[in-house]
């Protein structure tokens, strides 16, 4: 093997401490020589060099660098200094050093040794080990430890503990090249990630922000562009190695649904990223991934101009409806115009292709927004007949999300809290009793004591609890576990306040639950008492024919029923189900009602009192009201089991439509 001078031993030590490329002038300056002195030098040292599988790379404008895998370099520097004894040649800046050590610990994820690394990096364990201590310091951070044991030294902390610390590395790297935010900043990062990352993962995330800036609302800031990239290349990298986000940060069911408005846009672009790298990713990537655009003030574009009259018109149409229906008016809330259509143009498509699209939160949504998902299924169902499709629970629920931050926007809509000490079972019950006091625009979720403290709860407007709270940042109103009349008062006297209406102060307390909107569609002829049923369908077949003789429904209507059914099941874990059909199939509203004599399936809850509704186009407008009574009728099982399925036809009559005292102690009992 050739010989090198000792000036080229002094190039290439200063060149192997450089990750960026560096010019000849810079080395000339350096070295006190001539320019041509050290392109001559870098000559003899590509042969060298190449022995070592270690070239010499030049870019124009830009200088040049030595360019290898990382364990040839320490190779060839170990060679160096068994074959030289180059005494005073230094392998790495204590910083390139750390760097290296990172990236064995969190991209390699490698078990490591302090006389593994004295050995590797010609150091004392005793700056291995003020290495690991400093990396540590900087790690905490993001609550990754570095542990040793018998095995090791090696990294511990969550799947989002890791990407999060991985994010933060590459920032390292971004701010030790000097990376500026302009125009080329992305493939600049590109070549420093590809130093670190497979070529194939970097290039396929860059390609991922791309599609998310040309399908972004407006432009996203270099900045922002530069995080994503950052963010996207280590969830592909870590994918890639079948490592995914198994838990995220516990937050309230409002917020998990309000950031939920570019989840689609988030899966689109990684289900494409998957088909480039034959990688899979989670929901709760996804999520991550949503969470990430939700920072970045990403949102999906439309473009007005491109559509065509159908969809204007149909979104138009739904906008209207919704408005008839929650008496409010959406039609000038450019949001939702924007989400709405952001949402329905790619769903027509993937509804016809059959692809299907799982909303992560469907059963929060269920649960927490019950009213407003079924008023959704009714204003939205226009979309099947227009486009001929069939909605999915999925696809509604979507599309509810964005209603739902409509009304925020536009009216004095407040969320409430409830706590309680001994679980989420005595919290309900609390529930229970005050959300019946509350007015309309105002949500209420319960949560147990044991996670109050562990979410943020800045969307809040105020708490009600049971049980002394330590916060001082939002209102808190305190009852007692069974909540008294005076309890009730004092929230009432609360939120007249808070929502500055004054009249409703002087409104007495309701000694049994209002019904006003429902009791006209119920009639003595549509109440069917413990019938023996042994099906689901034996129960639909039965209901429907009794619209049909009555002359309440057209041709199409039992079809939308069952349709309906097969999407999603339309029963409650109370023991009640809600089916309904399609308001174009109507000509009567009418609401049935049909308890069965032993509990039947129902999609896969055990039911035994059916609520069939059928609302005409002309009554759509009173569906958020019925529908808002039939979920206060149901809540628990023993009002189900009061009302409806240990009741007779006379007194449901009399209790739904209010005509006597119905003995009023009792029904002050449910509340």
Same mark, same amino acid.
């Given at each position: 093997?050739? %010989?090198?001078?000792?000036?080229?031993?002094?190039?290439?030590?200063?060149?192997?401490?450089?990750?960026?490329?560096?010019?000849?002038?810079?080395?000339?300056?350096?070295?006190?020589?001539?320019?041509?002195?050290?392109?001559?030098?870098?000559?003899?040292?590509?042969?060298?060099?190449?022995?070592?599988?270690?070239?010499?790379?030049?870019?124009?404008?830009?200088?040049?660098?030595? %360019?290898?895998?990382?364990?040839?370099?320490?190779?060839?520097?170990?060679?160096?200094?068994?074959?030289? =004894?180059?005494?005073?040649?230094?392998?790495?800046?204590?910083?390139?050093?750390?760097?290296?050590?990172?990236?064995?610990?969190?991209? @390699? =994820?490698?078990?490591?040794?302090?006389?593994?690394?004295?050995?590797?990096?010609?150091?004392?364990?005793?700056?291995?080990?003020?290495?690991?201590?400093?990396?540590?310091?900087?790690?905490?951070?993001?609550?990754?430890?570095?542990?040793?044991?018998?095995?090791?030294?090696?990294?511990?902390?969550?799947?989002?503990?890791?990407?999060?610390?991985?994010?933060?590395?590459?920032?390292?790297?971004?701010?030790?090249?000097?990376?500026?935010?302009?125009?080329?900043?992305?493939?600049?990062?590109?070549?420093?990630?590809?130093?670190?990352?497979?070529?194939?993962?970097?290039?396929?995330?860059?390609?991922?922000?791309?599609?998310?800036?040309?399908?972004?609302?407006?432009?996203?800031?270099?900045?922002?562009?530069?995080?994503?990239?950052?963010?996207?290349?280590?969830?592909?990298?870590?994918?890639?190695?079948?490592?995914?986000?198994? =838990?995220?940060?516990?937050?309230?069911?409002?917020?998990?649904?309000?950031?939920?408005?570019?989840?689609?846009?988030?899966?689109?672009?990684?289900?494409?990223?998957?088909?480039?790298?034959?990688?899979?990713?989670?929901?709760?990537?996804?999520?991550?991934?949503?969470?990430?655009?939700?920072?970045?003030?990403?949102?999906?574009?439309?473009?007005?101009?491109?559509?065509?009259?159908?969809?204007?018109?149909?979104?138009?149409?739904?906008?209207?409806?919704?408005?008839?229906?929650?008496?409010?008016?959406?039609?000038?809330?450019?949001?939702?115009?924007?989400?709405?259509?952001?949402?329905?143009?790619?769903?027509?498509?993937?509804?016809?292709?059959?692809?299907?699209?799982?909303?992560?939160?469907?059963?929060?949504?269920?649960?927490?927004?019950?009213?407003?998902?079924?008023?959704?299924?009714?204003?939205?169902?226009?979309?099947?007949?227009?486009?001929?499709?069939?909605?999915?629970?999925?696809?509604?629920?979507?599309?509810?999300?964005?209603?739902?931050?409509?009304?925020?926007?536009?009216?004095?809509?407040?969320?409430?809290?409830?706590?309680?000490?001994?679980?989420?079972?005595?919290?309900?019950?609390?529930?229970?009793?005050?959300?019946?006091?509350?007015?309309?625009?105002?949500?209420?979720?319960?949560?147990?004591?044991?996670?109050?403290?562990?979410?943020?709860?800045?969307?809040?407007?105020?708490?009600?609890?049971?049980?002394?709270?330590?916060?001082?940042?939002?209102?808190?109103?305190?009852?007692?576990?069974?909540?008294?009349?005076?309890?009730?008062?004092?929230?009432?006297?609360?939120?007249?306040?808070?929502?500055?209406?004054?009249?409703?102060?002087?409104?007495?307390?309701?000694?049994?639950?209002?019904?006003?909107?429902?009791?006209?569609?119920?009639?003595?002829?549509?109440?069917?008492?413990?019938?023996?049923?042994?099906?689901?369908?034996?129960?639909?077949?039965?209901?429907?024919?009794?619209?049909?003789?009555?002359?309440?429904?057209?041709?199409?209507?039992?079809?939308?029923?069952?349709?309906?059914?097969?999407?999603?099941?339309?029963?409650?874990?109370?023991?009640?189900?809600?089916?309904?059909?399609?308001?174009?199939?109507?000509?009567?509203?009418?609401?049935?009602?049909?308890?069965?004599? @032993?509990?039947? =399936?129902?999609?896969?809850?055990?039911?035994?009192?059916?609520?069939?509704?059928?609302?005409?186009?002309?009554?759509?407008?009173?569906?958020?009201?019925?529908?808002?009574?039939?979920?206060?009728?149901?809540?628990?099982?023993?009002?189900?089991?009061?009302?409806?399925?240990?009741?007779?036809? %006379?007194?449901?009559?009399?209790?739904?439509?209010?005509?006597?005292?119905?003995?009023?102690?009792?029904?002050?009992?449910?509340?």
């Amino acid at each position: 093997m050739m %010989e090198l001078s000792k000036r080229q031993y002094y190039l290439i030590k200063t060149m192997l401490s450089n990750q960026e490329y560096k010019t000849v002038k810079h080395y000339s300056e350096l070295l006190k020589v001539s320019q041509r002195t050290i392109h001559n030098d870098i000559k003899g040292m590509e042969k060298f060099l190449h022995h070592f599988h270690l070239i010499v790379q030049k870019k124009p404008s830009s200088g040049v660098k030595i %360019e290898g895998e990382m364990n040839e370099k320490l190779n060839f520097l170990k060679y160096l200094k068994t074959q030289y =004894e180059m005494d005073d040649l230094q392998d790495f800046s204590p910083s390139d050093r750390k760097i290296q050590i990172k990236k064995m610990l969190l991209i @390699e =994820e490698q078990i490591l040794s302090y006389q593994g690394l004295s050995d590797l990096f010609f150091v004392s364990k005793s700056s291995i080990a003020a290495d690991l201590e400093k990396i540590q310091s900087e790690l905490n951070d993001y609550s990754i430890e570095i542990k040793g044991d018998q095995k090791g030294t090696y990294i511990t902390g969550s799947e989002s503990q890791i990407q999060y610390s991985l994010v933060a590395f590459n920032e390292t790297l971004i701010a030790r090249n000097e990376i500026e935010n302009h125009i080329e900043g992305l493939h600049r990062l590109r070549e420093i990630f590809t130093q670190y990352y497979p070529e194939d993962t970097v290039t396929a995330s860059l390609h991922a922000v791309r599609k998310i800036e040309d399908k972004a609302f407006k432009p996203i800031a270099e900045h922002y562009l530069t995080k994503l990239f950052n963010t996207m290349t280590v969830l592909c990298y870590r994918a890639f190695k079948g490592k995914h986000h198994l =838990e995220l940060l516990d937050s309230l069911v409002y917020d998990k649904v309000k950031n939920l408005k570019t989840y689609l846009l988030a899966k689109e672009i990684l289900d494409e990223v998957q088909k480039d790298l034959s990688i899979d990713f989670t929901t709760e990537d996804i999520i991550y991934l949503n969470q990430h655009l939700i920072a970045f003030g990403i949102e999906s574009s439309y473009n007005p101009t491109l559509l065509s009259e159908k969809y204007n018109t149909l979104i138009k149409d739904i906008i209207q409806k919704m408005n008839s229906i929650l008496k409010i008016d959406l039609s000038h809330d450019e949001k939702l115009t924007e989400g709405l259509t952001s949402h329905i143009i790619p769903m027509i498509y993937r509804l016809r292709k059959g692809i299907s699209v799982k909303n992560p939160l469907l059963n929060e949504i269920k649960e927490e927004y019950s009213v407003m998902l079924g008023v959704s299924w009714f204003v939205t169902s226009i979309i099947e007949e227009v486009f001929e499709v069939h909605l999915t629970e999925d696809e509604v629920s979507f599309m509810m999300v964005h209603f739902q931050a409509a009304l925020e926007r536009n009216s004095n809509y407040k969320k409430a809290l409830i706590v309680c000490p001994n679980g989420i079972g005595t919290s309900e019950l609390i529930a229970n009793k005050v959300k019946h006091v509350l007015p309309a625009l105002c949500h209420i979720e319960v949560i147990a004591i044991d996670k109050l403290y562990k979410v943020n709860i800045e969307s809040i407007d105020f708490i009600i609890s049971a049980i002394p709270l330590n916060i001082t940042s939002k209102p808190v109103i305190y009852v007692s576990a069974l909540v008294t009349n005076s309890d009730i008062k004092n929230i009432m006297n609360f939120c007249a306040e808070l929502f500055f209406i004054k009249e409703e102060k002087k409104e007495t307390i309701d000694r049994y639950p209002t019904i006003k909107h429902l009791s006209p569609y119920i009639t003595k002829d549509g109440i069917f008492p413990k019938r023996r049923m042994r099906t689901q369908e034996e129960a639909l077949d039965y209901l429907i024919q009794q619209l049909k003789n009555a002359g309440d429904v057209v041709d199409g209507f039992e079809e939308s029923i069952y349709k309906r059914e097969k999407v999603g099941t339309t029963a409650l874990e109370t023991g009640v189900a809600i089916p309904h059909g399609t308001p174009k199939f109507v000509k009567n509203t009418r609401i049935l009602i049909l308890t069965t004599e @032993e509990m039947i =399936e129902w999609g896969g809850t055990k039911v035994d009192t059916i609520i069939l509704i059928s609302i005409a186009p002309k009554d759509i407008k009173m569906v958020k009201n019925i529908l808002s009574e039939i979920y206060l009728i149901v809540e628990t099982r023993k009002k189900v089991k009061y009302y409806f399925s240990e009741n007779t036809k %006379e007194r449901m009559v009399l209790q739904l439509k209010g005509g006597d005292t119905v003995d009023r102690e009792k029904l002050n009992l449910l509340k």
